[in-house]
């Protein structure tokens, strides 16, 4: 069978997911009065990925406690944000509980960001020759877009490939490390070197066709957390 012929490869990114949910959904709770909003919504976007793509291989990663190597290299990486509500503090360890009841293999790794581990195993699944969809709404992973790896945001039902990409940042997926170097990203405390200066960079960057490697920033190791997932 050939690669395109099999269900993707699906990787959640689902610190993400964790996030948007409990700011997209009105408060919920139970009947013992616990917080159930952002369980609620990123249960539905991984049943809704489940009945869309059918994968036989599938990863939900979140991040791991800790500082990680980005918060050694710049200490005000991520410093301005509030720490997290203790309605969705509450949430996390009940979320991780039926994601593991549901049967999915669920990847923290101490020491790097969801987004390394994910960019990890879209690497390893490139060389693997299998082709992978990424269901998230951080856009820094569109750097890891490339004919076999794909970007999927259920929150609204939109897609990302290589064209996409383009289309919408004005950079190639090659492109966007060099990019968001350049205008910065207020969500991470980084002040770039044109900050709000988004049309600047695009146009340093286009018509340029340099490859710069999509990769994460972990050396690929292996991660066997990412097993066979017979649904």
């Known amino acids: 069978m050939t ?4 269900p993707p490869f699906i990787l959640v990114d689902g610190s993400s997911y964790l996030y948007r949910a409990f ?3 009105p408060p919920l709770t139970n009947s013992n009065g616990e917080q159930t909003g952002a369980v609620y ?5 991984l049943r809704k990925l489940i009945d869309s793509y059918h994968p036989e291989y599938m990863a939900v990663v979140f991040d791991a406690r800790g500082k990680t190597f980005r918060d050694e290299l710049y200490a005000e990486y991520k410093a301005h944000r509030p720490p997290m509500p203790e309605e969705l503090a509450a949430q996390v360890e009940p979320l991780l509980e039926v994601v593991r009841a549901m049967g999915l293999p669920l990847l923290q790794v101490p020491g790097v960001e ?3 581990v994910i960019g990890t195993l879209a690497a390893q699944a490139s060389r693997a020759g299998w082709n992978t969809v990424i269901s998230t709404g951080d856009k820094d992973l569109a ?3 490339d004919p ?3 970007l999927i945001n259920t929150m609204n039902d939109s897609a990302l490939d290589v064209q996409g ?3 919408k940042f004005g950079v190639s997926p090659a492109q966007i490390i ?3 170097a350049l205008v910065g990203d207020s969500s991470d405390n980084i002040p770039g070197r044109e900050p709000g200066r988004a049309g600047g960079a695009r146009r340093r960057h286009q018509g340029q066709n340099r490859r710069k490697p999509a990769r994460a920033s972990r050396p690929a190791g292996t991660f066997p957390g990412a097993r066979h997932h017979p649904l």
């Open 41 to 45: 919504g990123v249960l539905n976007m």
């Open 3 to 6: 690669a395109e012929a099999k």
């Open 148 to 150: 076999q790896v794909s």
């Open 165 to 167: 990409v383009q289309d």
């Open 23 to 25: 700011h997209a959904l």
């Open 178 to 180: 060099d990019f968001l």
């Open 114 to 116: 969801a987004d390394d």
């Open 143 to 145: 750097q890891l877009v």
